[in-house]
């Protein structure tokens, strides 16, 4: 039980919202801003500390306003008022939701519109891997009440600030990947031939709760004779067999921070050239973690260095190192953040950046894919494994 207590503080203290702020606050000084609109659950998490369940009922819209100085202002449905006081704001503004006909809508345009002077303009997240939680309709009525043209895009800007993580942010990630990492070391003690894929699912979900974790929000994977075509279907009941490769890949979450990783398990005897790919996979990595030098090179440059040594080891006929698409990306409030291992992504990487390296291959006249995945912090002179490092030989049950 002892090994399971988490020394760790939920929440951060008062300074990392300040922080978070000011600098978001200098973003709106350079770009003539008189505030920034947020209404999606991750944006509203990092500058408020605002973590609920309750982001899973579509029903109500949730708007926090970040102004030129001073805190965030909330503007919430009167079911999240007492939650949201206790967070870094500096005062709530809420209705009665779900409202028939003006949900929030009025209170947050004249909440805008105070926050205005001269030829301010509001800053929102319009690029990739953003969303607005709002109703279209309301969507046009603040653009036409406000002027479309009005509008700043601040997607880079904002994603920039979350790329960096605070010491805290980074013993938070630590903790789940230690504790994940666990679970996944201790998984081939109830893997047998003839337990459902299913049960496997269920069982890892609760080793992970088990070990001190909130919540399992992302468990996919696949099992099959020899190997596996798909990384992101749900489980289905079709027993585990002797030959096959079976891979778990798992987004689980403690005090609103990710771990992102898999592991691949052979049951008996499978091809040798599926241990060969395993270990390839693992090499990749470490050319990667070899070529990470802080400050000087760019998610593109390592995407390319993986890609080429995978491309010149890969077994199959067209050299086609597998059809992920990229091999991993950022880490933290979500699964998945920026910036990307991909052949455009130019952003350059530093110090405090959590990412995952996840190379795949194809391989087998059937076509098989695997993927590996392992969780990595830059630090000033390289990288650190958050994720106990799994063998590079393919683990046999």
């Known amino acids: 039980m002892s090994d399971r207590v988490n020394l760790l503080k939920r929440g951060f203290e008062k300074y990392e919202f300040e922080d978070r702020t000011n600098n978001a606050q200098k973003i709106m000084e350079r770009n003539n801003l008189g505030c920034i609109l947020l209404a999606s659950e991750p944006e509203i998490y990092y500058f408020t500390g605002f973590i609920t369940q309750f982001w899973q009922s579509p029903t109500r819209p949730w708007y926090v306003v970040l102004p030129l100085h001073g805190k965030p202002i909330a503007v919430i449905p009167s079911i999240g008022e007492e939650l949201m006081s206790s967070c870094y704001v500096k005062e709530v503004r809420s209705w009665v939701s779900p409202s028939n006909k ?27 891997e953003t969303s607005l939680r709002m109703p279209l309709d309301d969507i046009f009525s603040l653009f036409k009440y406000l002027g479309a043209e009005n509008f700043f895009d601040v997607t880079d800007s904002i994603q920039y600030l979350r790329m960096i993580k605070s010491p805290a942010e980074i013993e938070k990630i630590k903790y789940v990947c230690s504790r994940v990492s666990k679970v996944f070391s201790n998984l081939p003690n109830y893997l047998e031939v003839g337990i459902p894929l299913s049960d496997v699912f269920r069982q890892f979900k609760v080793n992970c709760l088990a070990e001190g974790v909130d919540d399992v929000s992302y468990i996919v994977g696949a099992a099959g004779p020899g190997g596996y075509f798909d990384i992101i279907a749900p ?17 689980t979450k403690w005090d609103g921070y990710l771990c992102d990783f898999d592991r691949n398990f052979a049951l008996g005897r499978v091809s040798q050239e599926a241990h060969k790919v395993h270990e390839i996979l693992y090499d990749s990595m ?52 920026r910036p990307s291992f991909i052949s455009w992504d130019e952003t350059i990487i530093e110090p405090g950046m959590v990412l995952t390296l996840e190379p795949s291959l194809l391989y087998g006249e059937e076509g098989f894919l695997m993927v590996a995945e392992e969780n990595i912090l830059v630090t000033d002179t390289g990288v650190d494994f958050l994720t106990s490092r799994w063998p590079r030989e393919l683990k046999v049950i």
């Open 235 to 251: 489980p289905n009941d079709r027993p585990l067999e002797e030959g096959d490769i079976l891979m778990l890949d798992t987004g």
């Open 286 to 337: 470490d050319l990667a973690v070899k070529a990470i030098k802080p400050n000087n090179v760019s998610m593109k440059d390592i995407f390319n260095e993986m890609d080429s040594f995978l491309r010149s080891n890969t077994p199959v006929e067209n050299k086609s190192s597998g059809s992920v698409g990229r091999y991993g990306h950022g880490l933290g409030i979500q699964l998945t953040e």
């Open 102 to 128: 003006d949900d929030g809508l009025s209170l947050l345009k004249g909440t805008l519109k105070e926050n205005l002077q001269g030829s301010q303009k509001i800053g929102l997240m319009l690029g990739k």
